[in-house]
T-cell receptor, first 114, second 117 residues
Framework: SAVISQKPSRDICQRGTSLTIQCQVD?????MFWYRQQPGQSLTLIAT?????????ESGFVIDKFPISRPNLTFSTLTVSNMSPEDSSIYLC???????????FGNGTRLTVT | AQSVAQPEDQVNVAEGNPLTVKCTYS??????LFWYVQYPNRGLQFLLK??????LVKGSYGFEAEFNKSQTSFHLKKPSALVSDSALYFC???????????????FGAGTRLFVKA
């Protein structure tokens, strides 16, 4: 199964700044996704990172706030822009590698906005 | 709307006893169903999936799940619980989304399992 490296693992940021989270996969994958999870809570899908085209955002998430890049089949970034304390959460990268395989997850980025 | 529900926030069971974590779903078409587990301060790990075929699916760590189409359920089970099974469990369903012909996975609220020694 795919091995996912997500960086940074955690960060503490000031209100109004931006943070870019990187997701690197050790093999080419067909689909990459970004989720948000409050500690101990469920996962909420932010967007599907499409290779070669704009990301597909879920209801409640917009490109200006969460710009996503996916320049190739092994790498994606999620930026959390103009952060506020409400953005404090765990951000998870996940991938699906082939066929009917399940999602694989990175270890997440724990973001705290002060 | 397509969704997945986990009606129990928490399940408590004594070590050695059987455990069940409940999941129901609402999707159009044939469901692709999954169970994931999250141990404290760790990422999500895949446990098992149902795509088609036998309604009883076996997965990692001795877990199994039974797909019941008439009851639209996919309950997670284990015959004999271990203290180390204590974790947060998520049921998930794959639905159409993303790019044309793509899909996305939506997760239930999660059920916290406590296994007492």
């Amino acid at each position: 199964s795919a091995v996912i490296s997500q960086k940074p693992s955690r960060d503490i940021c000031q209100r109004g700044t931006s943070l870019t989270i990187q997701c690197q996969v050790d093999s080419q994958v067909t689909m990459m996704f970004w989720y948000r999870q409050q500690p101990g809570q469920s996962l909420t899908l932010i967007a599907t990172a499409n290779q070669g085209s704009e990301a597909t955002y879920e209801s409640g998430f917009v490109i200006d706030k969460f710009p996503i890049s996916r320049p190739n089949l092994t790498f994606s970034t999620l930026t959390v822009s103009n952060m506020s304390p409400e953005d404090s959460s765990i951000y998870l990268c996940s991938v699906k590698d082939r066929g009917q395989s399940p999602l694989h997850f990175g270890n997440g980025t724990r973001l705290t906005v002060t | 709307a397509q969704s997945v529900a986990q009606p129990e926030d928490q399940v408590n069971v004594a070590e050695g006893n059987p455990l069940t974590v409940k999941c129901t779903y609402s999707v159009s078409g044939n469901p692709y169903l999954f169970w994931y587990v999250q141990y404290p301060n760790r990422g999500l790990q895949f446990l098992l999936k149902y795509i088609t075929g036998d309604n009883l699916v076996k997965g990692s760590y001795g877990f199994e799940a039974e797909f019941n189409k008439s009851q639209t359920s996919f309950h997670l089970k284990k015959p004999s619980a271990l203290v180390s099974d204590s974790a947060l469990y998520f049921c998930a369903v794959r639905v159409p989304g993303g790019d044309t012909g793509g899909f996305k996975t939506i997760f239930g609220a999660g059920t916290r399992l406590f296994v007492k020694a």
